[in-house]
C-alpha cells in the first residue's frame, strides 16, 4: 500500500517532499497531498510546507544503526558547526545521539578538551583525538541508544563539574521544552545541565513541535540551540524571544551557503 510506502521512506528520511513522494510513485501530487492528510489523522506525519515528516514516537527505539545513517549530510554540518563553539581547555559533556556523535568526531586534532560522555560511540571517537581526555560514566549498557544510563550514570555525573554540555533532545517544543520517551535519559539529561555551566542543544529541525512522554527541561535552560534553516522565522523569534542564542545550518548543505548566527 502506497501509504504504508511512505511512512517507510519517512522512517528512513525523517522528512520528504511532495514532489519526491509524486515522482517516486507516479502519482499526482494531489494525490500526495490526500495521503499525508490520512497518515497524519492516524498519527503518523506531521504534514509540513510542501511535505511531511515522521513522528518523533515512531523513530524513538528505533536502533542505532539504523539512526545513524539518518539525514548524514545535516548531522555533520550541524556537528562541524557545534564543534567549533568549543574553546581550548573547556570540560564538556557530551550527550549519547547521533547528532552529538558527529559533534565529537569533528573536534579538531590540537584541541585540548577534557570530556565527559555516557556514550561508547562518542567516547571511541574523541578517545582518537590527540588531545582530548576522555571520562565514561558508569551506567548500564543500552543497545538501542549504545549508551549508558541509570542511577550509576547520575551519581557519576553528579561529582563533576563542567564548563560545557553538548545535549541531543527526542523532542523540541518552544512552548514545552525539550522532552523524551525515557525515564532513565531524561535523569541523565537533567543531571547534565544542573552539572554543566552552559548548555549547547544540537538538533535538527524534525524533532521539533511535538511532545514526548516527559519533560526534560524548559527551552529557558539552553544557551545555544545548533539547528538546520528549516526552521519558520516565527519560531526562530519566539526562541530568540526566550534568550536563546539560534545557529542554523543549511539544510541542503553546501559547502559555499554559510550559516546563519542569530542571538
Known sequence: MRQDDIVDMLLRETQISV?????RFNVSPMTIYRDLQALEERNLVIRTSGGAII????????GWAERLKEQPMVKQALGAKTAQLLEPHQVVIFDAGTTVLEVARRIPNDLPLTAITNSLPAAAALGEKERVQVLVTAGEYRTDTASLLGHFTTDFLEQLNADVVVLSAAVVNVAEGLSNFSVDSVAVKRTMIARARQVILVTDFSKFQQSALITVAPLESIDVLVSDDRMPEDMQDEIRQRGVRLILVP???????PSQDMV
Not at 514532489?19 to 515522482?23: F, N
Not at 513522528?55 to 528505533?62: H, T
Not at 539544510?251 to 551557503?257: A, D, F, G, N
Open 19 to 23: 514532489k519526491e513522494l509524486a515522482e
Open 55 to 62: 513522528r518523533p514516537n515512531l523513530q524513538y527505539g528505533r
Open 251 to 257: 539544510y541542503e548543505v553546501s559547502p559555499t551557503k
